[in-house]
């Protein structure tokens, strides 16, 4: 059974800095792209960020130079670095992954992790 796990949430002031982590686990042969998406009471669920195999990098274009995703292939884990976070960066964190198991090619979202950003 493949599972995504998130941790890092919590509380944070403004102009300070989190990381987040999402770890893979089960019976997984090869992780495709990583991506952190994010969804802010009342609004829709929308992409943050998102990493390939080979560390390509992709950002929503308002979080540039904010945000910095990161991954460590050994672990099946990856990272969302929050610089400088903002009120409006409130959201629950969702952890999503292209996954090939012995089950075969599926994507996972993790349970998601709370981010207020408030003094």
């Known amino acids: 059974q493949v599972q995504l796990v998130e941790s890092g949430g919590g509380l944070v002031q403004p102009g300070g800095s989190l990381r987040l982590s999402c770890a893979a686990s089960?019976?997984?042969?090869?992780?495709?792209?990583m991506d952190w998406y994010r969804q802010a009471p009342g609004k829709q669920r929308e992409l943050v960020a998102s990493i390939t195999s080979d560390g390509s990098t992709n950002y929503a274009d308002a979080l540039k130079g904010r945000f910095t995703i990161s991954r460590d292939n050994a672990k099946n884990t990856v990272y969302l670095r929050m610089n400088s976070p903002k009120p409006e960066d409130t959201a629950v964190y969702y952890c999503?992954?292209?996954?090939?198991?012995?089950?075969?090619?599926?994507?996972?979202w993790g349970q998601g992790t709370q981010v207020t950003v408030s003094s």
């Open positions: 089960g019976s997984i042969f090869s992780i495709n792209h």
């Open positions: 999503y992954a292209d996954i090939r198991s012995w089950s075969g090619f599926d994507h996972y």
